[in-house]
């Protein structure tokens, strides 16, 4: 799932593909939310996106599982991104 992350200040901070290590047969996420900010693959994981409460330039990206699953991302990081 492609995805550009955007800050609470309204900039895009990172772009990348979310949930790369799902099996293919997964298909497309459930949003869980009305804020496109959480996306839901059945009982396989759960991916949260917010803006963090301590610093106005971070993303916090959080993947849940009731399994011991390995949940991976791909980033794509330029002169412009801080990690």
Same mark, same amino acid.
């Not at 949003?31 to 963090?52: H, R, T, V």
């Given at each position: 799932?492609?995805?550009? +992350?955007? !800050?609470?200040?309204? *900039?895009? %901070? +990172? $772009?990348?593909? +979310?949930? =790369?290590?799902?099996?293919?047969?997964?298909?497309?996420? =459930?949003?869980?939310?009305?804020?496109?900010?959480?996306?839901? &693959?059945?009982?396989?994981?759960?991916?949260?996106? $917010? !803006?963090?409460?301590?610093?106005?330039?971070?993303? %916090? *990206?959080?993947?849940?599982?009731?399994?011991? %699953? %390995?949940?991976?991302?791909?980033?794509?990081?330029?002169?412009?991104?801080? &990690?």
């Amino acid at each position: 799932m492609g995805k550009t +992350l955007t !800050n609470k200040l309204t *900039v895009d %901070r +990172l $772009s990348g593909h +979310l949930g =790369v290590s799902l099996p293919g047969g997964m298909g497309a996420p =459930v949003e869980c939310d009305d804020a496109g900010s959480c996306f839901e &693959w059945g009982d396989y994981g759960i991916l949260q996106i $917010s !803006n963090s409460t301590e610093h106005d330039h971070c993303i %916090r *990206v959080e993947w849940q599982s009731n399994f011991a %699953r %390995r949940l991976e991302d791909c980033f794509y990081f330029d002169a412009s991104t801080h &990690w």
